[in-house]
């Protein structure tokens, strides 16, 4: 009798660590800590022209959630990208974990001086109340689209015959 009461105590012990294990997995994976990975392309330190700026993002465990790209100047907020991406199978296993794109930059309807582009990008984490781990990368950009300009500050002329620079050169000889 008393060894059908250890075995008994011994698979009850076993199935609650075998419980709280799987519940553990569960709660690690659902509740994850590893932020979304941000790549930009080379981006200009002036912005004088439109550009196109790639961007890739990265989230192996959960997958992306949303990402948003603006661009901040004196106050106003103007958003160049805006993309949600769905949730997709058990865990998001079929969801986007990799996004590639091509946005562009363009300085029509800016001011000129500084500009700071901001990239922003949630995964499907349960963290932080459900939001998600949230990566943020900002540049700060320098928007000049004033193209220089070149004019006399007087009339008058010092380049004159024989100077320095315009001296008298003998063709070269053929024979």
């Known amino acids: 009798m008393g060894k059908k009461r250890n075995t008994g105590l011994i698979l009850a012990i076993l199935s609650i660590t075998a419980v709280l294990g799987l519940l553990a997995w569960f709660l690690i994976t659902i509740f994850e800590s590893e932020n979304p990975q941000v790549q930009l392309g080379p981006i200009p330190e002036y912005l004088s022209e439109k550009q196109d700026i790639p961007l890739v993002m990265t989230d192996m465990k959960r997958g992306l959630r949303k990402v948003r790209v603006s661009l901040r100047q004196e106050g106003r907020d103007i958003t160049i990208l805006d993309k949600a991406f769905p949730f997709q199978g058990l865990f998001n296993q079929e969801g986007t974990h990799r996004f590639e794109t091509v946005f562009p930059l363009d300085p ?7 500009a700071d582009l901001q990239v922003q990008v949630w995964d499907y984490s349960r963290r932080s109340g459900g939001d998600g781990n949230l990566t943020i990368s900002e540049h700060k950009i320098t928007v000049d689209t004033i193209p220089p300009a070149i004019r006399a500050v007087s009339r008058l ?5 024989g100077g320095a620079v315009l001296s008298y050169i003998r063709p070269l000889r053929t024979q």
């Open 157 to 161: 002329h010092y380049v004159n015959r």
């Open 108 to 114: 029509s309807g800016l001011n000129q001086g500084r």
